[in-house]
């Protein structure tokens, strides 16, 4: 069995990205810069921003932190969204999901324009994505790509389950994989909550990603031997015997599964770590124009 290291990775995907960013610089580009925007104090939310924001930094991006409180009201965000897509020193931004209830998430991402949507959320990116062409591929999924390109895992022919349907990571990681690309040629099922026999689905996996959101759902007997395991579950669960009183456990019981697995990734550690690096990468193109050219 072997790890896959997704911090390992990060690291040197972010040196790859600062060396492109310098050469990009001295030969007349713009320092590539991305905004976030996060409403409200959610721990989890404030934890990936800052992080998103870090890596910026070490990256050799610009990055600017717009902060609300969660009582902002729809109409406000609405014209934050506006001035950004409007300020041209900002190559793309980034709206931290969920938002409070009363505010209408869709109609928020339908107000980014696709030419600064690095999350690849807006339907203009997905569309564009389900027909391949040139697009922002969302972060989580490009992450995941990414990882198993590098660690050349192949993909083609292979029977792919994929575990939870959410438009950021289940729907696109399952239309990419199947997609006839260097990265895709795969058989894709995807299982959600009504799925039938969901078990004997990803038993017969030859590559299993796990998107649901329930700590340790997947299980040792639920898995091939040799089979590819992608956690993509963040969960926090009680432990109270640390100092934050809690911890994060994936939707993988990672224990048992990596004694059968030949590839796992481990939570935190893993695919989390990639996402953050997929959104530097889309930035990075944004700054070039290399997605939607002159935007
Ligand atoms: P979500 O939370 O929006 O939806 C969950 C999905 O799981 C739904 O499609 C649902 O049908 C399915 N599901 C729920 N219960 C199920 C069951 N018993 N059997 C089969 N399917 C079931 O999905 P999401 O936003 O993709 O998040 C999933 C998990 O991934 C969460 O833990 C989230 O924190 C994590 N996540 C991690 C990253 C990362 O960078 N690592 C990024 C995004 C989300």
Not at 204 to 226: C, L, Q, Y
Request: proline letters at 5%; hydrophobic letters at 40%.
């Amino acid at each position: 069995m072997k790890i896959i290291d997704g911090r390992s990775l990060a690291k040197e995907i972010k040196s790859e990205l600062k060396r492109e960013t310098q050469k990009f610089i001295k030969q007349g580009g713009k320092t590539p810069h991305l905004a976030a925007v996060l409403v409200g104090d959610d721990g989890a939310s404030q934890a990936y921003v800052r992080n998103k924001i870090k890596s910026c930094e070490r990256v050799g991006f610009e990055s600017t932190l717009i902060k609300k409180k969660s009582t902002i009201q729809e109409d406000e965000l609405l014209e934050i969204v506006d001035g950004l897509n409007k300020n041209e020193d900002i190559d793309g931004f980034i709206v931290q999901l969920p938002l409070p209830d009363h505010i209408d998430e869709s109609k928020v991402t339908l107000a980014i324009d696709p030419v600064k949507d690095v999350d690849g959320f807006h339907p203009m990116n997905l569309g564009r994505m389900v027909i391949g062409l040139p697009c922002y591929i969302p972060a989580t999924p490009l992450g995941m790509i990414t990882m198993m390109e590098r660690y050349n895992i192949k993909t083609e022919g292979k029977n792919v389950v994929v575990l939870g349907r959410s438009n950021i990571v289940g729907t696109p990681i399952s239309i990419l994989l199947s997609q006839k690309t260097k990265w895709g040629n795969a058989t894709v099922t995807l299982c959600h909550s009504r799925t039938k026999d969901l078990v004997s689905e990803v038993q017969r996996a030859d590559i299993i990603i796990a998107a649901i959101g329930i700590p340790r759902f997947v299980t040792s007997d639920m898995v091939k031997e040799g089979a590819v395991v992608i956690d993509v579950g963040i969960n926090r669960i009680d432990a109270p015997d640390t100092k934050k009183g809690y911890k994060l456990v994936g939707d993988v019981d990672f224990d048992e599964v990596a004694a059968k697995a030949s590839y796992i990734t481990p939570v935190p550690g893993g695919v989390g770590q990639m996402t953050v690096t997929s959104l530097l990468m889309n930035t990075l193109k944004a700054a070039r124009g290399e997605i939607y050219p002159g935007g």
